[in-house]
């Protein structure tokens, strides 16, 4: 391997696996980097599936597990895209090992496993990052922009949902292969750690942070075949999961995670409402920001579409000619590049862990909330 | 007057009271009627712009309060459209004198207002509706069809909400002409009363009684100029409201209102996702439905936007002819026609007073909770 | 009658018939008027649908024949709504009796007839328009208002199409009741004259003169039950008609309507696209117009979705408040009130019989160039 | 190399090169191949250039032209990404150097230029395709794959648009890098080829042959600047092209494309309405499509917005999760995986060069309608 060459080793070749092998592979295609990051090495589960995977990706070793992963000296970054359970001890294990770390979301099951994450990295003083990949839609970076150049003005509401619909059916198992994220020992918890944490995310980045919540669960299928014991077994994750909360800038919110809107495959929809002007987002067309501003003349005033394609917006001066789309993959790209100029330039990208932590915050507020029946207090 | 007339006396000439005055010019050109109501008398707080209303609408009587309108013999209807604090008193005067009664949302500026004008007109045995005109939106019709039809299923999730923009202006008065929905005195509370008030009714219609919420109110401006007094007083009413909800059947939900979501003029929007297919509406383009049928065949399947200008949906038979739409007003002429058929056939049409009140309950609760900072029984 | 009345005679009581009546009875009742317009007679093919109109919109007299209403003195204006092949002789006839004379488009079957009724209500020197009521969309009035402004710059392109579905089967008979738009020799032509010319009325207004046109038609089913002579019969009209155009301005354009594009009931789009801006328009959602300006900031430059239902839009300070939409009869009730305006301040308002006259020259030449199969003058 | 590479000439490295590079590199990480692509030289008019583009994704070898390209035995197949004054050479020597010939569209810049590349690829006995990507998007696949079904029934109408508006500006200069496009001698035309050329591509496809057509061409900017003579020159491009045309299955469609249609980058639209259902596509929003069905149950029929990104819409078992859209770059990858696929199994993917000759015989028919003001033949 050359100088200039990032050795990153990749645990998970599930849906994740692919996302991020596929960031590395195409970063350096239109990204300017002083190094180039190579997945030299998977780790294997499943030794033949990873086979398949490191033929596909061009992965040179495949490990028998993460520790023997992490124990390499031929590696300097560990990426973590495994399920939830496993990112606490390969996340630390690796911060010792001395290792750039990088993390799925959510960091943690439970903000108590990401706090002893955040002070291994802080305290080994290794590069960090989750994959909140939902920050590099260039639409809604774009939305940062303008929130920070103060188009908005004062804030007065902010809405989240992530929609989605494919666990309807009861005869869809609970764990095992694809399905861990019905298993609540494996995901920590269902719809507020996986879909309500990527809105918290986007939500904690542009709009700051969230002082308190209510929060209301659901789980409308209560018994599931367990695809690992074969036994039918109570189901421990929230299908449905929603909140109000109140932001520090005085903002209200409502936020709403379930997989059982029907007719939604993954429609994550952001809308934030100011003095002067609003902005709304949905991931089924994620390369279009709607905006509104209220200082437009009157009789032409109404929400635009504007199409994210064009050189000025966030990341397109690296694709292709305005009016041509991108898609779900490019932003775990933009995240690549981004992690990749931090490490150059010192300043790390966002999130890091700790920036992560936050949002387990206020998913452990929402349950807590859920519990009690009552407001708690999501710092 | 012949006999097949219904002689309405309406109290009200603002925007309500045109919209009720056109109804009743309107319904006989396009359903069929045993009795055409006409508007014999109107009553004056200002007997200039009560002349005009008058003229403008062929009145032939003005009266100089609503006193003397309920005193009349020749009048058999009451139709209230003023101010929510005139509600009760002209309702239950207007049952004991034997009239019909028709009055505008919401029914008192309370549930205890709303339950005592239910007693009065149910003791009165005289006919009786709320003008919780959404309901009478042809696509809005069809989504009750299509639910009554067992078309969604089980239902998981209900969402609802009203945004809309006009009181964002710090120098906007409180109280006045056209501004006393600003006056806590005159309207009873805020965004509540007035616009979560019609999601709620429309929800209870469409998915049945809520059992529980968890709400939060804001008043963003918290001093106004009023217009009454001249000075500059608190503002008593909520500028935003929202809340979390379970309903009887098991499904989750939530509803906002707020006067301060820049862009939407009149946005109410509602939801509703069954395990079969799901529904989605919205004010701002009253003419469409969405509909989501998971039984369609995988690879067209897809959300149809439906023109619900045909002649086989709701009311349509009346109007023009396929592809040409009709507007706000017209859910009025609706609801005067189902009215009248209901007083012909002795089956009342909904909602009559006692199923507003159950609208009123719901968001004497929201507000309870706003309070109480914890869950409150809707019931 | 008072002096302030406009005493109507109207000859036609179908589906335009109840579109005038409708606006006469209306116009009143949002608009203020000098002379309030009354339909005081309407004339009878069917006496007994005739006299059911007449009860329905309070009409007190019926007469036989158009010959009739025309001769009487008690009638101000004659409206002329009944099948195209009536339009030539009643409305010379009623401009020769001195009568105002308003006429359904088109205004004759082809520009000859046309010709001759412009000469008669020019020489009689009675007011007359056309029904193109499209012209008082809000939204359409605002398009001519932003290119009156100069906000588009140079115009480069003009497209329009009206697509409709309800002749597709080949069951549906030509002519009789309701069907006298698929006979030729009562309609003059097929989509040409129906829909086509609304679009090429509204292109007139908004773009300027047509220099020239190559157009084709095509008759998808040449033979179909006659329901008057109960023989099938050769389909005599065009059921499709598309053309190329050359403006005056130097701009090109598409043109195209049909019967037999499935999923549109009255799917009438336009846009034009300007060096500076572009809009668009479709009668699916008249109540939008989307609207593109360059100049605006790139980054947040998008097509606007104008909800045009502000009190400082065309003719919408008439009806409710911003965000409630009105429909398809209020552009009637929109040219009646502008009617009546130009009655008083002696500015005509158009379209009159002569700018009609234009868009029959555009039809006849688009005729005439799918026959010859090259390109025609259209002047 | 291995056994199972096969290696890739590639001429070009401008935005065209761009997106075939990629198309190589990343068709093995999603399809199952039994050869993978590597593009093993590039050739340089700029030397520069050309090394970064060979960095950047990996070429090893930079070859001062594309005769030296051809000549070289370590290439399996040349890929012509250059501008189309290059493309009738550099195919036919290719194809006579036994090479597999892949061109960019339109193939020639005229049929006559085409039709000896035909003849050239034919009498070699190679593989050969343009790169007509459009026609593997997944919903543009879809829609054949319905129309081929029998699902739309008899087809009534075809019509497609391609719309931008970067030429605008009088100051654009015609020639040199990245603006070859306005210079008519290497372009060979200017929307026709470039933009209509697309449209008529998918038509083909879809609908079957055009008999005949009627255009019309214009250049609205009639001297630019020359970068290369540094002289302002006549334009020789048209700026904007339209046509009707009638297809060999009956059907009638209309065309247009330009480069002054303000506030659209790339807006290729496609219609077609058949006896039972329709379908329509944008490029801008090139995930979806838009499906009707008369045969729905008439209450909720209606427009379907399909979001193809489910499992078994076409191509899509490749990429992510149901929900999750991809982009343009896609469409080239999609189409490199199926010309290896025929590779494989002998029968060659579409469009081959003889298929995209039927394009350029539209083309010249477009032209010369327009010059002649006469329907041409298209066959």
């Known amino acids: 391997m050359s100088d200039n060459t990032l ?11 692919r996302t991020h092998a596929n960031a590395y592979a195409q970063v350096g295609h239109f990204f300017d980097l002083e190094r180039r990051p ?10 033949e599936r990873a086979r398949e995977f490191a033929d596909r990706w061009g992965i040179e070793t495949i490990v028998p597990d993460w520790q023997s992963l992490v124990a390499r000296d031929d590696i300097d970054l560990i990426d973590i895209a495994s399920p939830n359970d496993t990112h606490h001890d390969i996340a630390i294990a690796a911060a010792e090992a001395g290792k750039m770390v990088l993390c799925e979301k959510p960091l943690g099951r439970n903000a108590a496993e990401s706090r002893e994450m955040v002070d291994a990295v802080e305290k080994a003083g290794v590069a960090n990052m989750v994959w909140y990949n939902y920050r590099r839609v260039p639409a809604v970076t ?16 902010y809405r989240a949902k992530f929609l989605q619909d494919w666990t309807i059916s009861s005869d869809l198992p609970q764990g095992g292969e694809g ?4 298993d609540v020992g494996v995901a920590g918890s269902g719809v507020t750690g996986d879909l309500l944490a990527h809105c918290i995310d986007t939500a904690l980045w542009l709009n700051g942070p969230i002082d308190s919540v209510s929060g209301m669960t659901e789980t409308f299928i209560r018994e599931r075949q367990h695809n690992i014991t074969g036994k039918v077994e109570p189901v421990g994750i929230d299908d449905a999961s929603a909140f109000l909360a109140r932001f520090g800038n005085g903002s209200l919110a409502t936020f709403e995670a379930t997989r059982y809107a029907r007719g939604h495959k993954a429609l994550y929809t952001l809308e934030i409402n100011g ?36 050189g000025d917006h966030p990341y397109m001066d690296k694709w292709w000619v305005p009016g041509l789309q991108i898609g779900y993959e490019h932003t775990f790209i933009h995240q690549v590049a981004d992690f990749l100029a931090g490490v150059e330039s010192g300043t790390p990208a966002a999130p890091t862990f700790r920036d992560a932590l936050a949002t387990d915050l206020v998913t452990d507020a929402v349950l807590k909330s859920a519990t009690s029946r009552q407001w708690e207090n999501a710092g």
Request: proline share 0%.
């Open 7 to 17: 050795r990153v080793g990749l645990v998970g070749y599930g849906f994740m696996g």
């Open 38 to 47: 190579v997945v030299t090495a998977v780790c294997a589960r499943n030794a």
């Open 142 to 157: 774009l939305a940062r922009n303008l929130i920070d150049e103060g188009r908005l003005g004062r804030i007065f509401h």
């Open 179 to 182: 399905l861990w994220r019905l």
């Open 275 to 310: 003095e002067h002007a609003s902005i709304f987002w949905d991931l089924h067309d994620l390369h279009r920001l709607q905006y509104f501003d209220h200082r437009d003349e009157g009789t032409t005033r109404g929400w635009r579409s504007v199409h994210i394609t064009d």
